[in-house]
């Protein structure tokens, strides 16, 4: 009784079933597909991503000219 109890409770080894099973079936996935997967896979990680450009500063100066800034002083303070 011992021996029939650990016959079934015995461990079976599925591999070669499980292997024949995975070989027999014909489905392979589309070239593009794949590359899709694996792209998408690959820039998970924050070691995976490049390092993001720092945006350039433009030169600081002003929008207005000297003959700007005299109008308005003519214009606001009355002065020519």
Excluded: C
């Amino acid at each position: 009784s011992d021996l029939e109890e650990y016959h079934k409770k015995k461990a079976v080894n599925h591999l070669r079933t499980n292997l024949q099973y995975m070989l027999k079936g014909q489905f392979v996935a589309d070239k593009a597909i794949t590359e899709q997967v694996l792209a998408q896979n690959r820039g998970r990680k924050s070691k995976d991503q490049p390092p993001k450009k720092a945006a350039k500063k433009k030169p600081e100066g002003t929008v207005f000219t000297e003959e700007d800034f005299r109008k308005f002083e003519r214009e606001y303070f009355g002065r020519p």
